[in-house]
């Protein structure tokens, strides 16, 4: 089901009753970018601790934005069937009482998604707004002191509020008092601010939203007016602004208050995105980051996370997308028969189960969900050797993820996963490979970099004037440049000794040859005097 500014509000009570309900929420996102190439040394790296990496991820964060959030709910019934509902939100800042919200688009990721269908004006035109704490305290303020103002700079947008103005303002002239007018075709926030913006200039008339892009004008006395706004049925009370502004950031409120368990798929962007958007801006503390997001969400579940280690559990292929693992856990290698979790989409997702629909956020959603609930059910079946209850709860399932839980994939780094209720997970990389250059000055780490393309992948970061470490995840690729290199005539490849290659272990050997030097020309000369 797709959702957008419009019918958002009339889905949000259906939809708090349903997380209400749910036994777990999935979630997917989609963004006008990830890694910002015109930040320096931004790219992630097998050399990045975690903090260096939220560094870098935060920086990207802070310039690009959600197109759309995929959120699918999973609600247990009878016997141990999970009914799903899938919903696509499309999201667009909020623009009234925030300063001007600015983002960067991606080239490649803006023509990645256009290429899996992607509907940008969707985006654009009815993109459901957002905001974090720090412009909802801002918007407040403004409301209190009336200087609220809607950030809408466009000719199209200043054009549609000066021609409802001027027709309220034709009308009202020859008007009666109780005498209505309507004014149409209005969207969005052209709604909130073409009432506001009436309410202040004229003392004599009352506004009421109709739906349908619909404004109700009314001329009424001074009196009245006021009567009117004291009332409990005034649209454009201080609370109701707040809420229209606030937009989706009122459906992540009712998640982090029910707490229920969210699920993902390589989650750490999506976090990130959901603290900076809809909670508070990152923090530089990669610490703080972790402790925040935690206690948001008790329980995290990163998919991604979840199938690494039933590669070492038990005969699992290793796969390289979501997708993938939903179409492996699907076949037979899955035990099927009574027990196993029967997933059943509800009638307005029925197109999921049709057709599929990569990278389109609801889809993905409703796949991470069912690739945690397969995974968790196989995990179960060879932890009791088939013999499985006829009704497994969702609560039997969590504990058999329960070493997974709460720790998020970390891509290409000095850990394998980031661990938001402990100590992050060190990574076991193949060794690390040193290269001493001889006879060929001035080279850089780039060049470096394309000079070992050929045998695989490699980060590559500079040692010394002559020295540089590369790094790969592949053994066969270390193998492979061992091997090649072995008689190279100017670049002299050996394997990573700490003791043997490490600058400040050098130095400080250095000094010590030099304490030591000096003591034994000192105890030389002591005993030649004493002689």
Not at 152 to 160: F, G, I, W, Y
Not at 232 to 256: E, P
Not at 326 to 354: F, H
């Amino acid at each position: 089901m797709e959702v957008g500014a419009e019918s958002f509000a009339q889905h949000l009570p259906r939809l708090r009753r349903r997380i209400l309900g749910a036994a777990f929420v999935a979630l997917d996102m989609e963004f006008t970018g990830l890694h910002s190439t015109s930040l320096q040394n931004n790219e992630p790296s097998l050399f990045d601790s975690p903090a260096e990496r939220y560094a870098k991820a935060r920086q990207s964060v802070q310039r690009f934005t959600l197109v759309q959030l995929g959120l699918a709910i999973f609600s247990k019934e009878n016997s141990n069937k999970y009914v799903v509902h899938s919903y696509n939100f499309f999201l667009f800042p909020s623009t009234l009482g925030v300063r001007d919200v600015e983002f960067t688009l991606s080239a490649s990721s803006i023509q990645f998604l256009s290429h899996y269908g992607f509907d940008y004006n969707k985006f654009f035109k009815d993109g459901i707004p957002y905001m974090n704490e720090v412009q909802e305290t801002i918007l407040r303020q403004q409301l209190s002191a009336g200087t609220w103002k809607v950030c809408s700079t466009s000719n199209a947008d200043r054009d549609v509020l000066k021609k409802a103005i001027d027709e309220v303002t034709s009308w009202i002239t020859s008007a009666k008092e109780e005498d209505t007018m309507i004014l149409q075709d209005l969207n969005g926030y052209h709604i909130i601010e073409v009432q506001l913006v009436l309410r202040q200039a004229l003392e004599n008339v009352w506004t009421e939203p109709l739906g349908d892009k619909k404004v109700m004008v009314k001329k009424v006395s001074p009196e009245h007016r006021q009567f009117l706004e004291n009332s409990s049925y005034d649209h454009c009370q201080k609370k109701l602004i707040l809420l229209s502004a606030r937009g989706f950031t009122n459906l992540f409120q009712i998640l982090v208050k029910v707490k229920k368990p969210l699920v993902g798929h390589n989650m750490l962007m999506d976090l990130m995105h959901l603290h900076d958007k809809f909670y508070r801006p990152l923090p530089e503390s990669y610490e703080e980051f972790k402790r925040n997001i935690h206690n948001l969400f008790p329980v995290i579940i990163d998919t991604k996370t979840v199938t690494k280690s039933m590669q070492k559990k038990c005969l699992f292929p290793r796969i390289s997308s979501l997708l993938e693992a939903y179409t492996v856990l699907s076949s037979n290698l899955n035990p099927k028969g009574p027990p196993c979790p029967v997933i059943a989409l509800a009638s307005g997702c029925s197109k999921y189960a049709e057709k599929k629909f990569p990278h389109e956020a609801g889809y993905d959603a409703f796949l991470c969900g069912s690739v945690l609930l397969m995974s968790a059910h196989l995990l179960l079946c060879r932890s009791t050797d088939d013999v499985v209850e006829a009704e497994p709860s969702f609560s039997q399932y969590l504990t058999m993820l329960a070493e997974d839980v709460n720790k998020v994939n970390f891509i290409r780094g000095g850990v394998s996963s980031i661990n938001f209720s402990g100590e992050d997970s060190p990574c076991h990389h193949p060794p690390a490979l040193v290269v001493h250059v001889r006879g060929w000055p001035g080279l850089t780490e780039e060049q470096i970099y394309q000079e070992f393309t050929a045998c695989g992948r490699f980060d590559v970061r500079r040692l010394s004037k002559n020295q540089f470490i590369l790094l790969s995840s592949k053994y066969k690729h270390v193998r492979l440049v061992l091997r090649d290199y072995r008689r190279h005539p100017h670049l002299q490849v050996s394997v990573y000794r700490h003791w043997r290659h490490s600058p400040s272990v050098n130095c400080l050997l250095q000094i010590s040859g030099i304490v030591a030097l000096w003591s034994l020309l000192a105890f030389v000369l002591g005993g030649a005097r004493s002689c």
